[in-house]
Structure formats: structure tokens, C-alpha cells
């Protein structure tokens, strides 16, 4: 069975706090996903990376950064958190399914910055 | 335009009977397409691939596909209650370094 775990269900922050999400994937996949979702915006793109070490900068990455230095697990970093970063988190990853990729999401995280 | 659509609904179908669910996408050239079922505060999970014109089907299930109209569509017999959610439809497209595109989803609800 496909596990995408998040290191936190929900998690509360101050404004200006540095926040980590932590995502890790026991698939040995090679690519996975940060997305943001918000009511009436739906899922978007923050950061992904296709290996170790690569990262590409999705739909809205500004305020964001990531670091992936293992191939399981992938993180998100707030820098400075802000009150419009109050959102769900959704990390993802995907692997080959001999036609196309399959893309699973771990359960989210609900952050709210106050 | 938007690269994939999705009627936001909300669809109401009585138990038992059969929701369709619709979405179009823009770009010719997208090969690869997914379902997604999101219960309220969860995440989104994987029900349905579809590659390849025509129907596909799992269980209660069906996803079918038209390239030529650019539409796919999920189809859910004998409706349950515990179908009620937002089904989200999403496609990676020709040009879009193999990332998805979701549309905005379908809220559907199962009346009992």
C-alpha cells in the first residue's frame, strides 16, 4: 500500500515563526509535491521535486523554500510565516504505473498562523 | 480558459441512483487522466485512471473517456451516502513537465 505520511495533523504558528512541514513517502519514489489548498482557489503548486536534492519552483512558490536531502522524505519551509499562509498543506509523490505516473497525497496538514 | 473544468455543483443524487460527474479538458494533447474523492478535511485520494478512449471500469466505478470531445467523466452506480464529497478531476497535459492539473472539483452529495 501506497504511505505518504506528514509529520502534523494540524499545527498552529506566530507570525514571523520559521515552520517546517515535513513529508515522508515509504515507496521509494523519486518525484513529490507540495501543494497548498484553499477554499475556492483549490490545489496549488508550491515546490516539487523529480530526485534528491532537485527542486522546482511551482505555481506559488514565494514565501516557501523545500529541502529534499533524502529521497523519502521532503520538506516545506515557511521562513517567515504570514497570516495568508494560514491553508491546508498537501504533500504528494508519484511513481510509474507502466502507463503514466499515479500521484498519492499524504493526509495534510492544517496550518493556521495567528 | 481554464486548463481543466469541473461544474462546482452541488450534484445531489438520491440513494441508489446514478451520479455522473463531467470534466473537460483544454489541451488536445493530455494523455493521462485521474479521479480523485475528497471527503470534507481530508486529503484527496486516487480512485480512477483512465489512458485510453472509452470506459473504465472499478466496482461501483466507471470513468470514461473521449479524447476527441476533450471530456471524461466518473460515473458512480448505486449511490451511497458514504459517496458524498467533492470528486476532483485532474490531468496531466502535454506540455506540463508531466505535473498534474487539477480541476476545482465537484461537491456531490448522496441523499438517503
Known amino acids: 500500500d501506497v504511505k505518504v505520511t506528514q509529520s502534523s495533523r494540524y499545527l498552529v504558528k506566530r507570525t514571523g515563526e520559521k515552520v517546517f512541514l515535513e513529508c515522508v513517502q515509504d515507496m521509494d519514489h523519486e518525484n513529490m509535491f507540495w501543494y497548498r489548498q484553499d477554499p475556492g482557489l483549490g490545489l496549488r503548486l508550491i515546490y516539487f521535486?523529480?530526485?534528491?536534492?532537485?527542486?522546482e519552483k511551482g505555481d506559488i512558490p514565494e514565501g516557501y523554500s523545500v529541502s529534499r536531502e533524502k529521497k523519502e522524505r521532503f520538506s516545506l519551509i515557511l521562513e517567515s510565516a504570514s497570516t495568508n499562509q494560514t491553508s491546508m498543506y498537501l504533500c504528494?509523490?508519484?511513481?510509474?504505473?507502466?502507463?503514466?505516473?499515479?500521484?498519492?497525497f499524504g493526509p495534510g496538514t492544517r496550518l493556521t498562523v495567528t | 480558459q481554464k486548463e481543466v473544468e469541473q461544474n462546482s455543483g452541488p450534484l445531489s443524487v438520491p440513494e441508489g441512483a446514478i451520479a455522473s460527474l463531467n470534466c473537460t479538458y483544454s489541451d488536445r494533447g493530455s494523455q493521462s487522466f485521474f479521479w480523485y474523492r475528497q471527503y470534507s478535511g481530508k486529503s484527496p485520494e486516487l480512485i480512477m485512471s483512465?489512458?485510453?478512449?472509452g470506459d473504465k471500469e472499478d466496482g461501483r466505478f466507471t470513468a470514461q473517456l473521449n479524447k476527441a470531445s476533450q471530456y471524461v467523466s466518473l460515473l458512480i452506480r448505486d449511490s451511497q451516502p458514504s459517496d458524498s464529497a467533492t470528486y476532483l478531476c485532474?490531468?496531466?497535459?502535454?506540455?506540463?513537465?508531466?505535473?498534474?492539473?487539477f480541476g476545482s472539483g465537484t461537491q456531490l452529495t448522496v441523499l438517503p
Open positions: 483512465i489512458y485510453s478512449n
Open positions: 504528494a509523490s508519484r511513481a510509474w504505473a507502466g502507463y503514466s505516473y499515479e500521484q498519492y
Open positions: 521535486s523529480y530526485d534528491v536534492k532537485m527542486k
Open positions: 485532474a490531468v496531466i497535459a502535454s506540455g506540463s513537465a508531466r505535473q498534474l492539473t
